[in-house]
């Protein structure tokens, strides 16, 4: 493959990637492992004015994903 075709995958990889970790953040939050007052400063900041500019798109029902994972997780004895 071409460079630039490999370069130009991996760009829409990464960008899938920071919507995977941004929805991570969310549930670590929402579960309470983790406070935004936690982040460096300019990484909660980042993360807020990327909230704030996906606002428009609809955001994945955090509390509907907490209680799938905490399902999953006890399916295999893990878990609170």
Known sequence: MQQHLL???MDEQDKDFVRVLEDLIDV????GVITMD?????????????RRMRG????PNVTADIEQI???L??????N
Do not use: C, H
Not at 38 to 50: C, F, I, S, T, V
Not at 56 to 59: A, C, G, Q
């Open 7 to 9: 370069d130009k995958i």
């Open 28 to 31: 670590l939050v929402a579960r």
């Open 38 to 50: 936690m982040m460096p400063k300019g990484a909660a900041e980042k993360l807020d004015r990327r």
């Open 56 to 59: 428009s798109i609809e955001r």
């Open 70 to 72: 905490d399902s999953k």
């Open 74 to 79: 006890a399916r295999f004895g893990l878990g």
